[in-house]
């Protein structure tokens, strides 16, 4: 049995083209650091490349730097932030950027989201301005730049797109550092750097068509970047150790492919809302996160009442489809996300729900018989609990 991927979230196929253009890279060899012809070809490859991706994101080449994949480039731009005495991270930041601001070793708050996802500007405006002129724990009172805020450009379980022009605002008015970890949102909707105001972003090639292990961390032009990873120097001085040549080719080229896949962003949109209506109308009391609020047009978070998450994930696995909850952790355990928490959930809400994510090869036909399966299960459900079913 075929299965149908509906899990672009999580990552996304790699495309065809991709592959294509990174075996020849693996072929081609060469170290970018080498002066001969193969080094100097390899090095082109890695520009070139810088070069695509900046074009996809609307930043400057020379502030690109490629990374082992998004988690590298949020713990590089927060961990080595330049005159940082304190983080701010939004209550619905990916673990990758929680980790990374527990790791950097200076107070950590958290930005509240409201129930529809969204972070709260007023909140965060009350946050910088209570810290401002307060003596920090290294003795630096009122330092600009001492705070490093850092909220995503979209949620990668609920798709909830945040007002980052809005936060960048506020944050520099109070001489705050931002980073915007954009992981989901390439390729979906249109990502433009320098429009947004950021001080840094992250990114990795897996959500777009790209392979796993390469990413980039984006930096404002002017702004210190220090190194995460010490070495040899490579990319200019800023992340060392021999570039992953293929990867970056490959990235290059999926950042290429996710610019003509946003001309298809409406028709995934309109194939989500139409599932969700469905959803909706087989189970009205089943509930959809984020719904009021801007969202990547392939991302649905939606409840099965009664029906943990996990249970879901596995009916529809044997079903055929390739689905994700965000209420499994490694230890087998259901426990509530930590993102539906944020955003106060109910108990039962948060374990009982699951991720639908769509892509460029979804059609009519997989949701379709996604529907099919996930009312099945409803109906199966209904069937061992009718008094239930009934209300």
Known sequence: MKTIYLDYNATAPVKPAVIDAMTAALVEGGNPSSVHAPGRAARMAV???????????????????????????????????VGIDRVLISAIEHDCVLAAANASRL??????VNIDGLVDLEALEAMLAKGEGEESGAGRAGRAGKALVSVMLANNETGVIQPIAEVAEIAHAHGALVHTDATQTPGKIAVDFAGLGVD??????????????????????????????AGGGQERGRRSGTENVAGIVALGVAAELAAGDLEKAAGIGALRDRMEAAILQASPESRIFGARSPRLPNTSYFTMPGV?????????????????SGSACASGKVKR???????????????????????PATTDEDVDGFLRAWTALLEKKRSQNPLEAAE
Not at 205 to 229: D, T
Not at 346 to 358: C, G, M, T
């Open 47 to 81: 520009e070139e490349a810088r070069i695509k991706l900046a074009d996809l994101l609307g930043a400057v080449a020379e502030n690109i730097i490629f990374t082992s994949g998004g988690t590298e480039a949020a713990n590089q731009a927060i961990c080595t932030a």
């Open 107 to 112: 107070p950590v708050e958290e930005i509240p």
């Open 200 to 229: 840094l972003m992250s990114m990795s090639a897996h959500k777009i068509g790209g392979p796993q292990g390469i990413g980039a961390l984006i930096h404002r032009p002017g702004l210190e970047v220090r190194p995460f990873i």
């Open 308 to 324: 943990p998450g996990e249970t879901q994930v596995i009916a529809m696995d044997l079903a055929g489809y390739a689905i994700s």
């Open 337 to 359: 996300s930590r993102v539906l928490v944020g955003m106060g959930a109910s108990d039962s809400d948060a374990v009982n729900a699951i991720r639908v994510s769509l892509g």
